[in-house]
């Protein structure tokens, strides 16, 4: 009987995975079609709330959707009370690839700062770029891009670790959520993500299965004001998500290499 249990939660395993995979690919193919002639026809004054209003929605489905398959628990609740909040960089840590989704799905007015093959991508290229997400290959235009959609009162989504965590509990911080916030003058709400899954961190496949059901649990951290300089705003910065995570489930393998060598800032 217990083999029997094991062997059918095993091919559940699989179901979920592919049945979200196939879900997110449907959803964003759909929605990246209809953005094209969308971004050729309407004003940027129309295009870009209505492109971040479908993301946000879509997103919202798919996370609904692992919910109610039981493939995923997510509280993601604590974003909620950033929504009607004035300009901000939300600086969440990067523990896999759906943190981006879990807080786009909650926050429909944040802009983007996207890796470039991400904007340039078959599925989520044309969505974005209706929605007006910002490159990050040109960095003097994406400051200046992220600066202005700051003062136009927009929430930006910025990931200070830069790429998904490998060092426990957070990589080194980049000194870019720093040049942003003290060029715009808007403070930095940190966001604090915990999960018990490896599932698509750093190095995970695609395609391979995880354990089933995966917590993902989200809550607001501290808010810093406005920096006066960069340097050392990311050195504090990467401090207090060292501190702040530390006791957090602890989902990189254990030879993950801890964060106990000295803060060393990198403006890209």
Not at 83 to 108: F, K, Q, T
Not at 234 to 253: K, S
Request: charged share 20%; with cysteine; proline share 9%.
């Amino acid at each position: 009987m217990g083999l029997l249990k094991s062997v059918l939660h095993r091919l559940y395993e699989y179901f979920a995975l592919w049945f979200g995979l196939a879900l997110l690919g449907a959803i964003s193919l759909t929605w990246s079609t209809l953005s094209v002639p969308l971004y050729h026809v309407l004003p940027r004054r129309w295009a870009t709330p209505l492109g971040r209003w479908a993301i946000a929605s879509g997103f919202r489905i798919y996370l609904g959707a692992l919910s109610a398959i039981g493939a995923c628990r997510f509280d993601l609740s604590a974003l909620d009370a950033l929504r009607d909040e004035g300009p901000l960089i939300i600086a969440p840590n990067h523990p896999c690839l759906l943190d981006a989704l879990m807080v786009l799905s909650r926050l429909p007015r944040m802009a983007c700062i996207m890796k470039a093959d991400i904007v340039d991508n078959v599925f989520l290229g044309a969505g974005a770029r209706l929605a007006g997400y910002i490159r990050n290959d040109a960095q003097l235009s994406m400051i200046r891009q992220a600066v202005a959609e700051l003062q136009n009162g927009s929430h930006l989504l910025l990931f200070p670790e830069g790429t998904r965590t490998r060092r426990w509990p957070v990589n080194p911080c980049t000194g870019t959520t720093g040049l942003i916030a003290a060029r715009a003058r808007v403070p930095v709400q940190t966001v604090l993500i915990e999960t018990d899954s490896a599932y698509l961190s750093k190095g995970w496949p695609l395609f391979r299965r995880p354990a089933m059901p995966i917590t993902y649990r989200v809550r607001l951290g501290r808010r810093f004001e406005p920096p006066e300089k960069a340097g050392p705003f990311t050195e504090e910065l990467e401090r207090y998500f060292v501190d702040a995570l530390r006791e957090a489930p602890h989902f990189l393998l254990p030879d993950a290499p801890p964060a106990s060598e000295p803060v060393r800032p990198r403006l890209t």
